[in-house]
Every structure is written in C-alpha cells, then in structure tokens.
C-alpha cells in the first residue's frame, strides 16, 4: 500500500498543536559499529555532501567509514555520560523542559524531539504526534543558522514523511533564528552566567560549525547569519570589535572551509597575547562532540601550547531557562493563529439550550 494507516479516528475529540524539535542527531552507543552507522546515514545525505554519488559512493564506503568509526569512537567515548551521548540527553530534555513550559501556561501543545539521523526518527516523531491528535505540527530544526546541508535536510525528511500520508496534517516550520531577540538575549545570558562564575576573559571567540565555501558562493545564506549571530550579541553584551571574534570548526575533507579555522585562529590568539580566552558555541543549541572534544578538549590544549594561560568553553543554551523562554516565544510566533488553547468544550449556557432542544424533540414524538 502506498500510504500508512491512519490512527485511529476519533469523532469530535479535541485537536492539539504539536512542536517537534529537530537536530542532527548521535551514534547510540561509543563503538566504532554505531558510529559506523551513524556516519553512513549522516555522510550518505546529498545535503551534506554535494559530490556526485558514483564519485562519493566508493570514498565513503572504501576509506571513510572503515577509517573514520574508530577514530570518532574513542573522542564519542571521552564524552559519553551515563545518560548517553549529550546531544541525545539535552535535546531530550529540551523537549521536556518545553512541555512543562507550555503545560503551566494552559497551551495545548504537544512537544517532542527528534533526530535526523539515527533515532528518535523525524517519522517517529510525526508519526507520534499525528496520532495524538495534533493537526497541526510546528517543525524546529535546532539550527539558529540556516544552512542547506542541516536545515534543509530536516525538511527533506518530513517532505519523505508527508508523501506517505493519506491525511496530512498542516505543517510549519521555523527556517532560522540567528537573529531572534530571545535567542539573542538567551545566548547573552548563558555568557553573564559564565562571567559571573569565572569572570570576564580577555577575549570571547565565537566558534561556529564550519561548511566548505563554495556553498557560500552558491547563496547558501549560513556564513551571513553566523556574522549577524556575532553582531547582534556582540552589541547585546557591549563588546567591541576588538574584544569578540568568529571563526568556524569542525573542517571535513580537502576543499576549502569556511575562513578562519578555529584552530589557527586559537593559536593566533594565544600569540596576540591573550592570555584568558572564553569560547562559546552559539551555532550548537546543544552540546555535543563538536563542543566538549573538539573545543573544551583539544581547542583548550592548541590554545595553552601557543602560549595562552587561561581556556575556557562556555556550555552551549542546553536548557538554560532564557533559552526554554526563548524557545517558547519562537513557537508562539510561528504557531500565530493556531488554537493553543485547548478546543473549547460547550459552555453551560449552550448545553442548557442543547437540554431544552432535546425535551422539546422527545415531547413531540
Ligand atoms: C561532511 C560534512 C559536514 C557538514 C557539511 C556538516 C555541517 C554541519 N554539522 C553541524 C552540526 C553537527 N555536526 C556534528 C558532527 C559531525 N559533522 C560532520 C560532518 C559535517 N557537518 C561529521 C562527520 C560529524 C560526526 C563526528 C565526526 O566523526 O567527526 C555534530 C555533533 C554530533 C554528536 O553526536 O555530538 C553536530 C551538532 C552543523 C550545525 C552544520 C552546518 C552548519
Ligand atoms: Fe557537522
Ligand atoms: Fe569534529
């Protein structure tokens, strides 16, 4: 059959809105067999790598994924928690946090997190909320930076999903939020709570994930968002130029990045002559491998080799209260004009004349 059943209709139940929070995902488990997995659906995405598939096909099955697990194992390992890989914990309870946002203020939202790779699925995760009756899905793919290899991949997913349902439900989706006070305002509070606990360093280096750069070239609008993302919360902390930078991480393959790469960038810090460098990740609403290995790890031991005396990795938004507030306020705005109230039962008045009516047909007959 070309669709998936229906869930079980129920007449006249009361509709809910449904959020389904979305980001990249992470293996289930530190071995090198679930990050092979992992990666093999990560790098087989047309969106994340744009090479022709009969080029792409025989470097990733021949030398990535038989190279690459084990060696991702082992830094997945140096940060794995009890509750499993942070990504997977804090988006989790983004979702949770979220829930007990919208349940105190009376909204009837049903809110759920999703992976786009590994699991909880996107399809899970629509599948999920259709079936709770929600008839319209708000998706928010947890990258403030749109990009077309994350972003647009989220969509892809749900477009796969939608082609196989009967009866869709009305979707939304929030495209960026680079720019949105509160997440603007989210960001800086996470950075005051740090100054307030460490003070303030010499320098405040704003690492983003890093794409190739002919995809800026091509109109890929993320490189424009990273540096609004600077702007705006270098005038919300009251930085000046001198005192904030950017630069992008996380560098794949053998084609150009986008400029500057992290790790030069922390050594020439360090020989400029900062000594007590704080670096925060404000493209990552969650912490995960790219932050706490490759920043809090290894971009502390680049930064203290080249001389600097003082590293610090300020936590990604995780479940800051300002971020959760933010969150809710960019589903208020998106969800404008969707019931969030719970569907309105008869009032008293209504079901006396309901009552009378139906006296008035009994005596009748
Ligand atoms: C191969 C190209 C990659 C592109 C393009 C890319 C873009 C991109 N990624 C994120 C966010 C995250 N990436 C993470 C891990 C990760 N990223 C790549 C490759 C590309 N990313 C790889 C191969 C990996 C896996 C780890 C490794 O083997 O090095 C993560 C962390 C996942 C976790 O489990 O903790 C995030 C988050 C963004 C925002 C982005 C484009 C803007
Ligand atoms: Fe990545
Ligand atoms: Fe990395």
């Given at each position: 059959m070309r669709y998936a059943p229906e869930p079980e209709y129920r007449?006249?139940?009361?509709?809910?809105?449904?959020?389904?929070?979305?980001?990249?995902?992470?293996p289930d488990a530190p071995t090198a067999p679930a990050v092979r997995r992992y990666l093999a659906q990560f790098l087989s995405d047309p969106r994340v790598v744009e090479i022709p598939a009969a080029l792409w096909k025989p470097i990733l099955h021949g030398i990535i994924l038989r190279v690459r697990p084990a060696k991702s194992a082992a830094k997945y390992a140096s940060i794995w928690t009890p509750e499993g890989s942070p990504l997977a914990l804090w988006t989790r309870r983004q979702a949770e946090e979220l829930q007990r946002l919208a349940d105190a203020a009376g909204e009837a939202l049903t809110v759920r997190h999703a992976m786009r790779y590994g699991q909880p699925s996107i399809a899970t995760g629509l599948d999920a909320l259709k079936a709770e009756g929600?008839?319209?899905?708000?998706?928010?793919?947890?990258?403030?930076?749109?990009?077309?290899?994350?972003?647009?991949?989220?969509?892809?997913?749900?477009?796969?999903?939608?082609l196989?349902?009967?009866?869709?439900?009305?979707?939304?989706?929030?495209?960026?939020?680079?720019?949105?006070p509160a997440y603007i305002d989210a960001l800086a509070a996470r950075v005051r709570d740090h100054w307030a606990r460490e003070g303030r360093g010499d320098h405040l280096l704003l690492s983003f994930h890093g794409v190739p750069e002919r995809t800026l070239h091509l109109g890929d609008p993320y490189h424009c968002h990273c540096y609004k993302t600077q702007r705006l919360l270098a005038e919300r902390l009251g930085?000046?130029?001198?005192?904030?930078?950017l630069s992008f991480q996380s560098r794949f393959g053998k084609a150009k990045w986008l400029e500057p790469y992290t790790e030069p960038t922390l050594q020439a810090?360090?020989?400029?002559?900062?000594?007590?460098?704080?670096?925060?990740?404000?493209?990552?609403?969650?912490d995960c491998l790219e932050t706490l290995e490759e920043i809090a790890i290894e971009g502390s031991h680049v930064f203290l080799q080249a001389g600097g005396?003082?590293?610090e990795h300020i936590p990604c938004l995780n479940d800051h209260p300002a971020w959760i507030a933010a969150l809710q306020a960019i589903v208020r705005r998106h969800?404008?004009?969707?019931?969030?109230?719970?569907?309105?039962?008869?009032?008293?008045?209504?079901?006396?004349?309901q009552r009378l009516q139906a006296?008035?047909?009994?005596?009748?007959?």
């Open positions: 007449h006249g139940r009361a509709t809910r809105t449904g959020v389904l929070l979305v980001n990249l995902g992470t929600c008839e319209r899905i708000l998706v928010v793919p947890m990258y403030p930076q749109y990009s077309g290899t994350t972003t647009a991949s989220v969509m892809d997913d749900v477009h796969r999903w939608q196989v349902q009967r009866t869709l439900p009305e979707i939304r989706w929030v495209r960026q939020h680079h720019d949105e930085l000046t130029a001198d005192q904030i930078s810090l360090a020989k400029k002559g900062v000594k007590h460098l704080q670096v925060f990740c404000p493209g990552f609403a969650a005396q003082r590293f969800s404008a004009g969707w019931p969030l109230q719970p569907a309105e039962l008869p009032r008293p008045a209504e079901r006396e004349a006296l008035a047909l009994g005596a009748k007959q």
